[in-house]
Structure formats: structure tokens, C-alpha cells
């Protein structure tokens, strides 16, 4: 049998709940069923996409394949638990630069509000010879099969040094068009490069201002960024000239953290 209750019982029940709603800033719909609204910003210290190349293929709901111009071999997979990106461009056109690797499926930089940490280990694979090869990440807020083609960026890449064993860090800017470099390591006084390895990085970063922190040690700082966008895609990327052989490199624990 259905039992009718009073009007005055069933006002003091909502009541109780629309107090809860209110205390608690959310819907009393998701307080009843259990559930948490979801924030509209990142909370601080939250870690919104990270991959560590677990499985035995690239994560397609992830990553999106990118390269542009003529390869002889373009290579974009994951290999013994990393992010695996290796070109050869024997017999390529001379006239282009190859460029290809991976980028997020969706902007997973959001730059609106705290600052970003970039985490990523970077192994240069002991080049003979590293010549005219670079590797590193982008952000870019364009889809596009080579971020260094887009209006707006921020790259942070290790570039090969003559005769090929040795490399530098490289930071740059792209607004309106124009690519600014903001840190060479002396470059071009400086030529001779350094020895690389597997790196550690992080890239701590706002809309201003940029920290680099290479295997735990400050490596370089620019606060002057001016960056003119706040969502970007995240781009791992390896660029060659032509009519160079099968050269390697690897990528692995990539994170994107809501703050410092």
C-alpha cells in the first residue's frame, strides 16, 4: 500500500538537501547518487595525461602519428617499453627536411592557470653520428603533421653537432610566424656540443616564463615567454636532412602535471 506523506515532511527533505548542495558547491543530484562533479580547471599537483609505453603498441587514443616530406624509412612505434622514433632518409630529396613523431590526441596543456611540468626521459642512443638530426617536444596549439611548420609554438630539442657525437639543447619560440631562438648553449661561438645520453627532463611552464631541469640541475630559465596561447597538444618529434641512415632515438615516462 502507498503511503501518502505529509507535505511538511517532504518540504524538511529537500530542504536537507538543497543545504548540502549549497555547503558542498555542487548538484544535489550528485550528492544523492554518490557521484563528484568534475572540476573546471586541473587541481593543482594533478597529473592529466602520462604515458610510460607499457604496452607492446603505440597508444592510439593518445597519440597521433605525424611526419611530413620523403622518408625511406619512418619508423613510430613502442619497442621494449618505449616510445621508439628512428628515420632514414638515404636517398630522399635533398631539398626537405624530414620531420615525424607522435602528438596528443587532445590538448593536454593548459597553461590558463598554474603553471605545467613537462616530465620525459630522452635517450639520444649514442649517435655515431647525429648530424643534422634533432629530437625533442613541442607545444603547439595547431594540429599539424609538422608543428615547426605552425603559426605559434614552444620547442625544447637536443640537436645534433658536427662531426656527429655530440649534441646541444635547444630552446625557441614561434609567434606571429617567427621563430625566436631563446637558449643554444652558446651557439654558434660555442660549436663543439656536449655528450648526451638518456636525459631526464622536466619543463616547468607558464604563458611568462620557462624552467628547463635536465637529470635534476637547472640547464636553463627565459622569463620573457609571452606566449600567446594557453591549450596546446604536446609534440614528440625527430627531424633529419637527407640521405642519412636508419638513426634512433627513444622517449619514455612522459607526464603532464598541473603544477610544479
Known amino acids: ?4 506523506l505529509p507535505i511538511a515532511s517532504l518540504l524538511a527533505g529537500l530542504s536537507a538537501v538543497v543545504a548540502v548542495s549549497c555547503r558542498s558547491g555542487r548538484p544535489a543530484q550528485a550528492q544523492m547518487d554518490g557521484a563528484v562533479a568534475p572540476s573546471a580547471q586541473p ?16 597508444d592510439t587514443d593518445r ?4 611526419a611530413k616530406n620523403d622518408f625511406a624509412e619512418d619508423i613510430v612505434d613502442v619497442q621494449d617499453g618505449r616510445l621508439r622514433l628512428a628515420a632514414s632518409t ?4 635533398d631539398t626537405t627536411v624530414k620531420y615525424h613523431g607522435v602528438r596528443t590526441k587532445e590538448k593536454v596543456i593548459d597553461l590558463s592557470g ?3 611540468t613537462i616530465a620525459l626521459d630522452l635517450d639520444w642512443n649514442n649517435q655515431p653520428n647525429g648530424c643534422y638530426m634533432s629530437a625533442g617536444v613541442y607545444l603547439c596549439p595547431e594540429q599539424t603533421d609538422d608543428p615547426d611548420d605552425a603559426d605559434q609554438y614552444l620547442c625544447c630539442q637536443y640537436i645534433g653537432v658536427p662531426p656527429g ?6 630552446l625557441s619560440r614561434k609567434r606571429g610566424g617567427y621563430d625566436e631562438p631563446l637558449f643554444a648553449e652558446g651557439w654558434p661561438e660555442k660549436k663543439e656540443g656536449r655528450a648526451i645520453g638518456l636525459e631526464h627532463l622536466r619543463l616547468i611552464v607558464d604563458q611568462g616564463s620557462i624552467v628547463v631541469v635536465e637529470n635534476d640541475a ?4 627565459h622569463h620573457d615567454l609571452g606566449l600567446e596561447f594557453d591549450k596546446a597538444y604536446l609534440y614528440i618529434q625527430q627531424s633529419s ?7 634512433t632515438v627513444f622517449f619514455d615516462n612522459v607526464a603532464v602535471q598541473q603544477g610544479r
Not at 90 to 93: F, K, Q, V, Y
Not at 218 to 221: A, H, R, W
Open 114 to 116: 598554474d603553471p605545467v
Open 90 to 93: 638515404l636517398g630522399t630529396d
Open 218 to 221: 637547472e640547464l636553463c630559465e
Open 241 to 247: 636532412h637527407s640521405n642519412y641512415p636508419l638513426r
Open 165 to 170: 657525437q655530440k649534441a646541444r639543447f635547444a
Open 63 to 66: 597519440w597521433v602519428h605525424t
Open 43 to 58: 587541481t593543482a599537483g594533478a597529473t592529466p595525461f602520462s604515458d610510460d609505453f607499457s604496452g607492446d603498441k603505440l
Open 1 to 4: 500500500m502507498t503511503r501518502n
